[in-house]
């Protein structure tokens, strides 16, 4: 008897510890797509001119010769260190192993005995 209740506690640990590992990997792929979206310009708030061109009011289209917005480059370059936290963020996310704390496990399990009697 006693060594079935231990095949049981090893068995619903080694579950537990599964389905948590399943819901941080999804977490972890959802952020991952947000980053790789807003890298992509998805969520950029910032419009990217085509260099040397500009419209004006009835669309027709000329070349201008130096920057179209003064704060353009300062824009660009808030952009470029955004990225550039994002994919090191990334990268910190998939080069860690998911981690779990045993001592919540076991309160789970303690927890789960209780309302079992």
């Given at each position: 008897m006693l060594r079935k209740n231990r095949e049981d506690r090893k068995k619903t640990k080694d579950f537990l510890t599964h389905e948590k590992?399943?819901?941080?990997?999804?977490?972890?792929?959802?952020?991952?797509?947000?980053?790789?979206e807003i890298s992509s310009g998805k969520w950029s708030s910032i419009a990217t001119p085509l260099p040397g061109i500009k419209k004006n009011r009835n669309q027709s289209v000329r070349v201008v010769k130096g920057p179209?917005?003064?704060n353009m480059g300062v824009r660009k370059r808030e952009t470029e260190r955004i990225e550039k936290e994002n994919h090191a963020f990334a990268k910190r996310l998939f080069d860690k192993q998911a981690v779990l704390q045993k001592k919540e496990l076991d309160q789970g399990w303690?927890?789960?005995?209780?309302?079992?009697?």
């Open positions: 590992n399943i819901t941080i990997n999804k977490d972890n792929q959802i952020l991952l797509n947000k980053l790789v179209i917005s003064l303690n927890h789960h005995i209780q309302y079992k009697k």
